[in-house]
């Protein structure tokens, strides 16, 4: 059982703020004396036994992000009271729990302090530990320090290819399914398909060269952003950000072929990588670049073994269509990265010392170690007239054997898929091929004593090859790598799916596209649906958590944004979704909105429509503006701008108050509609990403705890709080802790029936839960999973009689689901990618994949009456706020989308939307101008401007509400009011 006290009225804070003067200052000094204890204060600090100022002040003189569980509802009141002190709110998250089990998923701290450990057993407080993290227990007036030890046999992902010898296999099993263990990083991919190219975990860390980075969006509204790469160093228990330094443009195309990974490979210790054009070694634990290789040319190429660092370079770089220079040399984006000039060089450095031990000027391709010996293919530019493949020692460079295609009895064709076994796997490419399908049409199997031949088969392939279970895995088959005796087919087909290569994760393979996974026992199918393996490298596994950079592209809609790390997860059952759910019940009481909510929720209504029934003045001015949120420096401040969440959610509006909330700090704010000040305040424990909907004297706030609270309208207590979640289970996502089931969304409220809705995708952690309750009560009329079709979790809406979640009906008596089908005629609101409460596209110019339809026409913010469009577009020649009938919208040519029969059309082309809402007699457009914001008053009839007004900034997404006059959240944290 969960207890939580939250939502108590500022009063109430401020005179618990006062009279715990002295527990701050007792915790200030408790705090640093902690921290004292703490070699590397970086990460995740779970507090059990919080009931002072010490969580605060952890934070305060910390980069650490602290969870702090209070044991009783007393005590929690005086952590949150200094908390709200020293504005920390969101850095400091604060929980009752009661029980004997926590709900942390496994390994997420780096650090666990017990002041009162409530009956909680170390074996279980250990569980939540990771290896590598400190745990401080309190013996008496003394603190007690004990490590717990990084294991020594845990199989580390140091290359992009998994090892040196590019061998995709490794044999610790992480049995599906998986579960979420952390998210983090840019959504999407700035720039193309594969903005990540490459990453590696050891030690506990994950390092990532990506364009993937805040620093490249140059301002909000942008087309793309720059393309600048940055290697970055994130705590692999829950990825906190360690460190992150800039590389430079190593490469600015999105090739997806997977040979075309960065050059990065670590051991924990050091990081080796390409800065600008010169092989860099980082120091894995502070981020300072310790040595300069001095290469002879750009590195391309590069393995890592025992201390030594050989490196490819070339002088010059171009691409080739499919690896086939023969047949079509013509450039594409599945491209491979070759030569162009016949100048290269093979390396080798020490990487503790910089200093150099070998080298050959010789043009290679591709490079792999396998014990103490360095295998590579020498050639020049296309189209190639020879091949070698040589070995030399990698402690000294001496030659120990060179071969020749003409001495294997091939043509000059040849690919180095795969070393392993004591043989190396030559590839033959295909003649002709041009897409990502089949592209070899035999292997030469070449020995690693002496570079002769052993034996080749005609079966068709890829470029890659495996070694597992003693055997070599090739195409579809097995085979003995000495004698190329086939040993039946191979539990895997090695055919590349598109640009993701294949893996071998303990008893589970295959290509990691979602359902493209296979366990190998028994042959069946895995399903992985919220999640596909990023291009051009895929995954990378280590200490049991398997990790996949961003990859969010429309063929797998119901995929997670951002970097995740997964591991195994027992699921809940049928019961634990379809259960009643736990009421906890707080002081407050609801007392009537005695003028009624004008805009009570989320886009005004539970259709979501963004309409309300009632004219607005259009010549409108700004009454007042307050800001709400300050900015910070602080890094998991800094880290939480990586969601590219907006800093308030949309606001909803009460004849006399107006109310928003920090998304990120989890408070909620009431401003008396008047002049802006605020009435009163309440604090959820985790994120927020809509506003609260309003009903009869109640504010029922989504949290990303999993549950839903129910807070006075009147002065903002807790009259009651709601579990939506299934179970209690509690994970990182962008810095903050929260549940595997987040409230998403602005609950709905209908015929005095609430709804609300829990998860992040309906093909994660068993699905998402839907919850039907008496929204004065909490008490629970209905509990259902929905799960399957590929979406992820989105606001609820009303639609024809139903509840709708992106693509999903819910039967709103008794939540069953069903797939929605959406005809050519549906003019409705027809479900997409991302969703109605998805923002991120404004940051990135476009909405990346998925866009909301009028008909045939793209928008990305989109109202509709029963008969009209009015949207904002700027798709395919169509640049500006439109009108356009249902019966029009359907005749447009989707390419050409200016070309339509509109009402009007263009008008505020000069504005990036954000934000719009119809009443009787004008549309209110909010958006990025002149580097701020502004806001629009158009003709609702002819579109023509009636008034406009500058803002300090851009309104969030959706981030407009019509009460007695207009009011809008801005991107800045401030709200600002018009009358």
Request: glycine share 10%; aromatic share 8%.
């Amino acid at each position: 059982m969960r207890k939580v006290i939250i939502g108590v009225p500022l009063i109430i804070i401020l005179i618990i703020c006062n009279l715990t003067f002295l527990h701050a200052a007792s915790g200030d000094k408790t705090a640093k004396d902690l921290l004292k204890h703490i070699d590397d204060a970086r990460g995740l600090c779970i507090y059990l036994g919080a009931k002072d100022g010490t969580a605060a002040a952890l934070a305060k003189h910390s980069a650490l992000l602290v969870h702090a569980v209070s044991w009783n509802d007393k005590v929690a009141l005086t952590v949150q009271a200094a908390v709200a002190k020293e504005k920390l709110q969101g850095l400091v998250q604060n929980e009752v729990f009661s029980g004997k089990k926590l709900p942390y998923v496994n390994a997420m701290a780096n650090v666990i302090i017990v002041e009162d450990d409530n009956g909680v057993s170390i074996k279980e407080i250990e569980r939540v530990l990771t290896p590598g993290g400190t745990l401080i227990t309190q013996k008496g007036k003394k603190w007690k320090k004990a490590d717990n030890p990084y294991p020594s046999n845990v199989n580390e992902w140091t290359h992009p290819t998994c090892s040196a010898d590019g061998n995709r296999v490794i044999d610790e099993s992480i049995p599906f399914p998986l579960g979420l263990r952390w998210q983090d990083g840019l959504p999407l991919n700035i720039g193309h398909w594969a903005s990540n190219r490459g990453w590696v975990t050891s030690k506990g860390r994950v390092f990532t060269i990506s364009m993937n980075e805040f620093e490249n969006i140059p301002h909000p509204g942008a087309t793309w952003g720059k393309k600048e790469q940055w290697l970055h160093a994130r705590s692999s228990a829950n990825g906190i950000h360690l460190w992150k330094i800039p590389l430079g443009t190593y490469d600015d195309k999105g090739d997806l072929n997977p040979l075309n990974s960065a050059p990065l490979a670590t051991d924990g210790q050091i990081v080796l990588c390409t800065k600008e054009k010169q092989l860099i070694g980082v120091d894995a634990i502070s981020g300072e670049i310790k040595h300069s290789y001095k290469t002879s040319y750009k590195p391309m190429r590069l393995s890592y073994v025992d201390g030594v660092a050989v490196v490819v370079s070339w002088e010059a770089m171009k691409r080739l269509k499919m690896w086939d220079p023969v047949t079509k040399p013509s450039s594409a984006v599945w491209d491979i990265w070759t030569p162009s000039a016949n100048k290269g060089a093979v390396e080798a450095f020490d990487a503790a010392s910089g200093k150099k031990i070998w080298g050959e000027q010789e043009v290679a391709q591709t490079l792999f170690i396998t014990g103490k010996t360095v295998v590579y293919l020498v050639q020049g530019p296309a189209p190639v007239k020879a091949q070698f493949i040589v070995a030399r020692e990698l402690k000294t460079g001496k030659e120990l054997w060179r071969s020749t295609h003409e001495d294997l009895g091939v043509q000059p064709n040849l690919f180095l898929a795969g070393v392993g076994e004591g043989v190396a796997a030559l590839a033959h490419h295909k003649k002709g091929t041009d897409s990502f399908k089949l592209r070899c049409d035999q292997l030469t199997v070449i020995s690693l004593k002496d570079g002769k031949k052993l034996w080749n088969t005609q079966k068709q392939g890829d470029v890659m090859v495996m070694f597992a279970e003693g055997n070599l895995w090739y195409g579809a088959h097995s085979y003995d790598p000495q004698s190329g005796t086939v040993k039946g087919r191979a539990p895997i087909n090695l055919t590349r799916r598109m640009c993701v290569p294949p893996v071998v994760v303990g008893g589970v393979g295959g290509t990691p596209r979602s359902q493209n996974w296979t366990d190998i026992q028994n042959k069946k199918g895995v399903n992985l649906g919220g999640v596909r393996g990023a291009c051009v490298q895929g995954v990378a596994v280590s200490e049991g958590r398997m990790y996949v950079a961003q990859n969010f592209c429309r063929c797998s809609p119901g995929q997670l944004p951002g970097f995740l790390a997964m591991s195994t997860e027992a699921l809940p059952s049928d019961q634990d979704f379809t259960q009643a759910r736990p009421v906890m019940k707080g002081s407050g009481r609801a007392q009537k909105d005695a003028n009624g909510a004008l805009w009570p929720t989320f886009r005004g209504n539970a259709e979501r429509s963004g309409i309300i029934d009632s004219e607005i003045n259009s010549s409108i001015k700004k009454a007042w503006q307050q800001t709400l949120v300050d900015p910070s420096d602080h890094p998991i401040v800094n880290q939480w701008k990586q969601s590219l969440m907006m800093p308030l959610t949309a606001p909803v509006a009460t004849g006399d108050l107006l109310i928003t909330a920090s998304a990120n700090k989890g408070e909620i704010y009431a401003l008396n509609a008047s002049n802006g000040k605020i009435a009163w305040t309440a604090q959820c424990s985790a994120r927020i990403d809509s506003p609260p909907t309003i009903y009869k004297g109640l504010c029922l706030s989504p949290c990303h705890d999993g549950w839903v609270y129910a807070f006075s309208l009147s002065d903002g207590a807790l009259v009651y709080k709601i579990r939506i979640a299934p179970q209690e289970k509690r994970m990182v996502s962008f810095a903050q802790v929260e549940s595997s089931w987040p409230v998403v969304g602005s609950p709905l409220v209908k015929d005095d029936v609430a709804y609300a809705i829990a998860g992040r995708s309906t093909e994660m952690e068993g699905g998402c839960a839907v919850v039907a309750f008496d929204p004065l009560t909490g008490k629970t009329k209905w509990a259902s999973r929905v799960s399957g079709d590929q979406r992820c979790a989105d606001v609820l809406q009303w639609y024809d009689g139903a509840l709708r979640m992106q693509n999903k009906r819910i039967d709103p008596n008794t939540g069953k689901s069903s797939f929605l089908e959406s005809t050519k005629d549906d003019k409705k609101y027809k479900a997409n990618l991302s969703g109605l409460l998805d923002g991120t596209w404004f940051y990135v110019g476009n909405r990346r994949s998925g866009n909301h339809l009028a008909g045939k026409i793209n928008a990305e913010v989109l109202l509709s009456t029963e008969d009209t469009w009015y949207g904002f577009s700027t798709y395919r020649g169509n640049k500006g706020v439109f009108a356009i009938k249902h019966e029009e919208a359907l005749k447009c040519d989707p390419k050409n989308q200016s070309n339509g029969t509109y009402i009007w059309n263009k008008s505020c082309e000069d504005m990036r939307v954000t934000a719009l809402a119809l009443s009787k007699n004008a549309v209110v457009v909010g958006g990025y101008v002149k580097g701020k914001g502004g806001l629009r008053i158009i003709d609702r009839n002819n579109g023509k401007v009636l008034a406009q007004h500058d803002l300090s900034a851009a309104p969030v997404v959706n981030g407009l509400a019509i009460g007695d006059g207009v009011v809008a959240s801005l991107m800045d944290g401030s709200v600002v009011f018009c009358k």
